[in-house]
């Protein structure tokens, strides 16, 4: 999560009848609100598409190094922006990775997935049409649905981080495929328990219904009849900024992991982070220790390589700031 940027909202009032009832005109109104604070807060308000020139490029460069799109269109019928890249090492299994991103994948640098790439994995990006939760689910159970039907043998792992855990639990729960596996980093299953850390305003019954209607999946429900393997990563429970609660003693992450456990204790695994916080950036031990869960599920080569301390430095420890202040700065919108 980022600090809450300002951005100037329009609305189109002249779509509402002038006869219509006041009390549509302000719902239709209350919807845009409610809808650009639910994208800001739990997207961050990152999913902006890079100037139009320069998404093409990076779109293109993809396309020239030999990904190909794949044709999706969500339940709604609207395109969805995703692309194939292919393995072309002599190790290729022929399974694939599905990155679910905070950002458009044309702000993703390839080096986040080259190594994956050299191992043998297959890889898979994709934009949402809408930064909210439920459209976010729908629109990744659409892409891995694709996938599924294109090769209908082929074993996928989806990783997700922060907000996009839920709609990720959701989408995979959906398919119920065992050859679907799930690496859940740093994210929660109780949108509207998480949100209730950013405002007072989300304890209101009609906001919360709106949050649920909007951004909710149920994934803390749902994460127990994901039949696939699901890997867990998270620094300790009090470590963890914003998926921390109750005074520290809860993490969302953590309930996601422990009621997971309990049920499919041989399916659930856990990578601790050590000395970092809900942003710190993966340590080369832990994309090994990652690859070792992707090599399991053979979305990597069993003789894959370990990446080194040059290609993914041990990140300095959390400074004062950014463990105490930032969070304080991220929840302050809630407060005015």
Same mark, same amino acid.
């Given at each position: 999560?980022?600090?809450?940027?300002?951005?100037?909202?329009?609305?189109?009032?002249?779509?509402?009848?002038?006869?219509?009832?006041?009390?549509?005109?302000?719902?239709? @109104?209350?919807?845009?609100?409610?809808?650009?604070?639910?994208?800001?807060?739990?997207?961050?308000?990152?999913?902006?598409?890079?100037? !139009?020139?320069?998404?093409?490029?990076?779109?293109?460069?993809?396309?020239?190094?030999?990904?190909?799109?794949?044709?999706?269109?969500?339940?709604?019928?609207?395109?969805?922006?995703? @692309?194939?890249?292919?393995?072309?090492?002599?190790?290729?299994?022929?399974?694939?990775?599905?990155?679910?991103?905070?950002?458009?994948?044309?702000?993703?640098?390839?080096?986040?997935?080259?190594?994956?790439?050299?191992?043998?994995?297959?890889?898979?990006?994709?934009?949402?049409?809408?930064?909210?939760?439920?459209?976010?689910?729908?629109?990744?159970? !659409?892409?891995?649905?694709?996938?599924?039907?294109?090769?209908?043998?082929?074993?996928?792992?989806?990783?997700?981080?922060?907000?996009?855990?839920?709609?990720?639990?959701?989408?995979?729960?959906?398919?119920?495929?065992?050859?679907?596996?799930?690496?859940?980093?740093?994210?929660?299953?109780?949108?509207?328990?998480?949100?209730?850390?950013?405002?007072?305003?989300?304890?209101?019954?009609?906001?919360?219904?709106?949050?649920?209607?909007?951004?909710?999946?149920?994934?803390?429900?749902? @994460?127990?009849?994901?039949?696939?393997?699901?890997?867990?990563?998270?620094?300790?429970?009090?470590?963890?900024?914003?998926?921390?609660?109750?005074?520290?003693?809860?993490?969302? !992450?953590?309930?996601?992991?422990?009621?997971?456990?309990?049920?499919?204790?041989?399916?659930?695994?856990?990578?601790?982070?050590?000395?970092?916080?809900?942003?710190?950036?993966?340590?080369?031990?832990?994309?090994?220790?990652?690859?070792?869960?992707?090599?399991?599920?053979?979305?990597?080569? !069993?003789?894959?390589?370990?990446?080194?301390?040059?290609?993914?430095?041990?990140?300095?420890?959390?400074?004062?700031?950014?463990?105490?202040?930032?969070?304080?700065?991220?929840?302050?919108?809630?407060?005015?």
């Amino acid at each position: 999560m980022v600090p809450i940027h300002h951005q100037t909202l329009t609305f189109s009032l002249g779509t509402c009848n002038p006869f219509a009832s006041l009390s549509t005109c302000l719902y239709k @109104i209350a919807d845009q609100i409610f809808t650009a604070l639910l994208k800001r807060s739990f997207f961050n308000g990152q999913f902006s598409l890079l100037p !139009t020139a320069l998404n093409r490029q990076r779109t293109l460069e993809l396309l020239k190094a030999g990904a190909c799109r794949l044709n999706c269109r969500n339940q709604a019928g609207r395109k969805i922006d995703a @692309i194939y890249i292919s393995s072309t090492s002599p190790k290729r299994t022929g399974n694939a990775l599905v990155y679910a991103l905070l950002k458009p994948y044309q702000r993703f640098h390839p080096k986040n997935f080259q190594h994956l790439l050299e191992d043998g994995a297959d890889i898979v990006l994709w934009n949402p049409t809408l930064a909210l939760g439920n459209h976010y689910k729908s629109d990744l159970e !659409t892409v891995l649905r694709k996938l599924k039907q294109l090769r209908p043998m082929q074993k996928v792992a989806v990783a997700a981080y922060c907000a996009s855990v839920d709609p990720s639990i959701a989408a995979v729960s959906a398919i119920s495929d065992p050859s679907i596996s799930l690496i859940v980093d740093r994210g929660y299953g109780e949108v509207r328990k998480f949100a209730m850390g950013f405002t007072v305003a989300a304890q209101l019954p009609c906001l919360q219904r709106w949050i649920a209607h909007k951004a909710g999946c149920d994934g803390l429900r749902k @994460i127990n009849s994901i039949p696939g393997n699901v890997l867990f990563v998270a620094p300790p429970k009090r470590a963890d900024q914003l998926m921390r609660y109750n005074q520290g003693k809860r993490n969302f !992450t953590y309930d996601l992991y422990e009621t997971r456990q309990k049920r499919h204790p041989f399916a659930t695994r856990m990578i601790t982070l050590q000395n970092s916080d809900h942003w710190t950036p993966w340590s080369s031990s832990v994309h090994n220790k990652c690859k070792r869960f992707l090599s399991d599920n053979q979305i990597v080569a !069993t003789s894959y390589r370990h990446v080194s301390h040059k290609e993914f430095p041990i990140p300095s420890p959390p400074s004062f700031f950014r463990r105490h202040i930032f969070p304080l700065l991220i929840r302050s919108w809630g407060s005015v």
